[in-house]
């Protein structure tokens, strides 16, 4: 995984496009002024200000270009794979002939985030055990929320005043947020101050390290991404935290950024080759870049969107949107024993029962809070 660290930033030029690397905005924050959180690791420091932005704009690689038969070969390669009987050969030949769609027969889309995609992909019972459940709200998920309104703040309005205050603001104004500002309102005093000292910690290294982002590199915070496929009978949706650059003409120009509270996990890079494709499908152009900011720690993993990368990412959407079109239909959800049964909170099934390692916080209550619309 390409995690940033000082040492190992690439410094070859990746291209032009995003221009990060014009002069500073008066009134910039400063770069290199992180003298809070260390890392785990001895002697790594977080990138801050203009090398945070460098790290992202120069990913060692030559930017995508234009590639219309790419688009192509995936739109048909998706599109066959969401008909019965179809091919789905994504990257390769294109796909068959229009046919029905799998096994879909009412008229909304089903709509494929990226978060049902990684639930249904890691297993089904629990993805289906999900869907029909409320899903419970935990201190990990209410950060995960708060710092993701902080961050949109920070690169709107430029700065974060009380942590806690404004982030719960900000949350008060979306109806699908009421049960989580009225799960952080009920928490006892001992809860709720640990809930704002992590928030706290975690925007003041957002204060400290982000940069402000040019305007005309149009920063776009919470932008929705929707694809429709097979004559509307799929939709891929997503929102992205942030997107910087403009709209790509002959050379991809657009970085995309997600935002976590929490720890790494291989779904994230997965979350954001979804997001990377949807850019695709929809613009003459890829994004250049797909990157995760970790704000715990401050670690920035930066991945380069290449056609292998694309390619990948539209057959594991193909593998998992007939998954879910199968689960919408009514098919028995799939359980068979696996690692993650010991860290699985649907442990009402006989499978995850008798698993060794008991019940555990995985997928209903510690995914960052940011799940909810995508
Ligand atoms: S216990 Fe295992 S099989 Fe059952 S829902 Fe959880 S992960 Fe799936």
């Not at 249904?120 to 998920?141: K, M, N």
């Not at 009920?186 to 290294?205: I, K, N, Y």
Request: glycine share 12%; net charge neutral.
């Amino acid at each position: 995984m390409d995690i940033e660290r000082p040492n190992g930033s690439p410094r070859s030029s990746g291209g032009g496009g995003l221009p990060v690397g014009s002069p500073r905005q008066p009134g910039a924050r400063p770069r290199g002024c992180d003298a809070g959180h260390r890392h785990h690791l001895a002697g790594w420091e977080p990138l801050s200000g203009e090398d945070l932005l460098e790290r992202l704009r120069i990913t060692g690689r030559p930017r995508p270009r234009a590639h219309p038969d790419l688009v192509e070969r995936l739109r048909s390669g998706l599109e066959s794979g969401l008909r019965a009987g179809g091919r789905g050969d994504i990257g390769g030949r294109p796909g068959s002939p229009p046919s029905p769609p799998v096994g879909l027969c009412h008229p909304a889309p089903l709509v494929v985030t990226k978060d049902r995609l990684t639930r249904a992909l890691a297993c089904e019972a629990h993805h289906h055990a999900s869907e029909s459940g409320q899903r419970p709200v935990s201190v990990a998920l209410a950060c995960g929320a708060i710092v993701d309104a902080l961050f949109r703040q920070l690169v709107t309005v430029g700065s974060i005043g009380d942590a806690m205050t404004d982030g719960l603001a900000a949350l008060a104004v979306d109806d699908r947020r009421s049960d989580l500002v009225g799960w952080v309102e009920r928490l006892s005093g001992t809860e709720r101050d640990e809930l704002g000292a992590e928030v706290e910690r975690q925007a003041e290294g957002l204060r400290r390290r982000w940069p402000a982002l040019d305007p005309a590199w149009l920063p776009r915070t919470q932008e929705a991404m929707r694809v429709r496929l097979a004559d509307g009978a799929f939709e891929l949706s997503t929102r992205v935290d942030l997107a910087i650059g403009r709209p790509a003409g002959d050379v991809a120009s657009v970085a995309i950024v997600e935002v976590k509270s929490g720890s790494h996990r291989a779904e994230h890079r997965a979350d954001l080759h979804f997001s990377a494709l949807l850019e695709t499908l929809r613009s003459p152009a890829p994004p250049f870049v797909v990157a995760t900011y970790y704000t715990r720690t401050g670690e920035l993993d930066v991945d380069p969107v290449t056609d292998e990368l694309l390619v990948g990412a539209a057959r594991r959407t193909l593998m998992g949107s007939r998954l879910l079109a199968d689960l919408a239909r009514g098919a028995e959800p799939g359980r068979t024993a696996k690692p993650l049964c010991g860290r699985c909170s649907v442990l009402t099934d006989d499978v995850g029962q008798r698993h060794p390692g008991g019940p555990g916080p995985w997928a209903h209550g510690d995914r960052d809070g940011d799940g909810a619309a995508r």
